[in-house]
């Protein structure tokens, strides 16, 4: 079946170093996410991507974030200067139209920023 | 204001039982509604979607009740495999995804 993949799993981080996350999502789809969750809050959107290009974002999605898609599989969410409140699980989703609530989920990227 | 609002429990439930949670949603202009499980420190994964003539998966039934905003979610022989967090998200009117900070559910032996 196939998935979307995330990497690293885990990643700890001094305040103010830059992070990139690594994102597969499913090979035909053709809309992509980034989410966070706090431990022990709710899932909060960050930015959804269709046609190399940001569709949408919400005001987390500061300056300090950006993604790209370099090659036509990976999917990045890069924060530029890491802070303290950045610590979060970070999760990639896809789906195959912009329209659908059916979002695919990796996994999970968990950041730690010390 | 855009909200979803979910009881975040937690529901302790028997193995066995019968458990219904529902979520109330603000904008009267959305179009889509689904729910969502979350295992702990998971990622959330697609439960199912909430048609307007309601539907039934198994042992989950969900249904949308528009004139009262709402939507339900209704497990049937509960089991243990059943504990985890239940997320309510609705696509509003401008196609966003707003997600409930969903409802605990702890199915008991």
């Known amino acids: 079946e196939p998935e979307v993949t995330q990497t690293p799993s885990h990643q700890v981080t001094q305040m103010g170093q830059e992070v990139i996350l690594r994102c597969v999502p499913i090979s035909n789809h053709l809309y992509f996410y980034w989410y966070r969750q706090i431990l022990g809050q709710k899932v909060e959107f960050l930015v959804s991507f269709y046609n190399n290009e940001i569709s949408e974002k919400s005001e987390i999605f500061d300056d300090q974030f950006s993604v790209e898609r370099p090659d036509g599989s990976n999917f990045t969410l890069k924060i530029r200067s890491t802070k303290l409140e950045d610590s979060a699980m970070y999760f990639c989703a896809s789906s195959v139209g912009g329209w659908t609530g059916e979002l695919f989920f990796g996994e999970g990227s968990r950041l730690t920023v010390l | ?109």
Do not use: H
């Open chain 2, 1 to 109: 204001r855009k909200e979803v609002e979910q009881d975040p429990g937690p529901f302790n439930v028997p193995e066995g039982a019968t458990v219904a949670f529902n979520c109330t949603y603000s904008n009267s202009a959305s179009q889509s509604f689904f729910w969502y499980r979350q295992d702990c420190r998971k990622e959330p994964k697609l439960l199912m979607s909430v048609y307007s003539s309601g539907n039934e998966d198994g042992r989950f039934t969900a249904q949308l009740n528009r004139a009262s905003q709402y939507i339900s979610l209704l497990i049937r022989d509960s089991k243990l495999s059943d504990s985890a967090t239940y997320l309510c998200v609705v696509n509003d009117s401008n196609y966003q995804l707003i997600w409930g900070a969903g409802t605990k559910l702890i199915i008991k032996p």
